[in-house]
T-cell receptor, first 112, second 112 residues
Framework: GEDVEQSLFLSVREGDSSVINCTYT??????LYWYKQEPGAGLQLLTY?????DMKQDQRLTVLLNKKDKHLSLRIADTQTGDSAIYFC????????????FGGGTRLMVKP | KAGVTQTPRYLIKTRGQQVTLSCSPI?????VSWYQQTPGQGLQFLFE???????NKGNFPGRFSGRQFSNSRSEMNVSTLELGDSALYLC???????????FGPGTRLTVL
């Protein structure tokens, strides 16, 4: 079955770049997503990448996909204290509709 | 455009009771998915509805059920509540299947 793994915790200083990593096992993944969850809130879609792309950039966010290694990363440039949250990667598969499989989440702490 | 709304936001029930949670998708969105989030199991897919039909179901017991109405609003029901059903229940909507999903704030269910 499919499995999505993330490291639990990342701490960075304000102004530095943050890189959150994710690995997945299912090669039939179609879309890969990054969601942000702040305390007491739902999930906010940050960005997503289609499986035939290598990179996607959106303002401070850069997503890199290495399909061969089944590795996905989210880079946040100039990290701010407001970026402190839990970040989830998720994947959906071809013909699986909207069923997302999530990683366990990475807690990002930004120190001033 | 209003986001995904979920009611109620908080709910306290006792073991053995049943509960119904409601989700109103973004206007024009026809697909609604439900997820359960717990500290131990993380985010797990419950089911997906599109055009009033259940399209996908996660690995949950039959006590968990749902439905979708002609206006795309969805409800999920949990019967014979157990302590382990305490969780944040998240609803997500998308235009159609295989489109990006937007999440609501969730309903936090506590079973005593």
């Amino acid at each position: 079955g499919e499995d999505v793994e993330q490291s639990l915790f990342l701490s960075v200083r304000e102004g530095d770049s943050s890189v959150i990593n994710c690995t997945y096992t299912d090669s039939s993944s179609t879309y890969l997503y990054w969601y942000k969850q702040e305390p007491g809130a739902g999930l906010q879609l940050l960005t997503y990448i289609f499986s035939n792309m290598d990179m996607k950039q959106d303002q401070r966010l850069t997503v890199l996909l290495n399909k061969k290694d089944k590795h996905l990363s989210l880079r946040i440039a100039d990290t701010q204290t407001g970026d402190s949250a839990i970040y989830f990667c998720a994947e959906s598969q071809d013909n699986a509709g909207n069923m997302l499989t999530f990683g366990g989440g990475t807690r990002l702490m930004v120190k001033p | 455009k209003a986001g995904v709304t979920q009611t109620p936001r908080y709910l306290i029930k006792t073991r053995g009771q049943q509960v119904t949670l409601s989700c109103s998708p973004i206007s024009g969105h026809r697909s609604v998915s439900w997820y359960q989030q717990t500290p131990g199991q993380g985010l797990q897919f419950l089911f997906e509805y599109f055009s009033e039909t259940q399209r996908n179901k996660g690995n949950f017991p039959g006590r968990f059920s749902g439905r979708q109405f002609s206006n795309s609003r969805s409800e999920m029901n949990v019967s014979t509540l157990e302590l382990g059903d305490s969780a944040l229940y998240l609803c997500a909507s998308s235009l159609s299947r295989d489109n990006e999903q937007f999440f609501g704030p969730g309903t936090r269910l506590t079973v005593l």
